[in-house]
Nanobody
Framework: QVQLVESGGGLVQAGESLRLSCAAS????????MGWHRQAPGKRRELVAT???????IYADSVKGRFTISRDNAKNWVYLQMNSLKPEDSAVYYC????????WGQGTQVTVSS
């Protein structure tokens, strides 16, 4: 089992920045990939960014060049630096960890006002 706890969400204005953090605990040795997904009201949950233990990253086209995912393997944390935020980035952001099973955090709200 893996437990994930997110922090760092909030309300910002368009153009501003936020940094999300996610702490993993439990069977962390089994984690292969970590990342962030988001879900806006009335929409499906979508991938934002992922990062492997080796540092390989994948980003959604909508966030490329604005968001940066990073990972501290020693501390079992994953971060999402979000710059130049847009109102369409507003959503609940979920931390994700993939091993033999998928694990999700409880989510943190990000709201970007225009």
């Amino acid at each position: 089992q893996v437990q994930l706890v997110e922090s760092g969400g909030g309300l910002v204005q368009a153009g501003e920045s936020l940094r999300l953090s996610c702490a993993a605990s439990g069977s962390i040795f089994s984690i292969v990939v970590m990342g962030w997904h988001r879900q806006a009201p009335g929409k499906r949950r979508e991938l934002v960014a992922t990062i492997t233990r080796g540092g390989r990253t994948i980003y959604a086209d909508s966030v490329k060049g604005r968001f940066t995912i990073s990972r501290d393997n020693a501390k079992n944390w994953v971060y999402l630096q979000m710059n130049s935020l847009k109102p369409e980035d507003s959503a609940v952001y979920y931390c994700y960890a993939g091993s033999s099973s998928d694990y999700w955090g409880q989510g943190t709200q990000v709201t970007v006002s225009s």
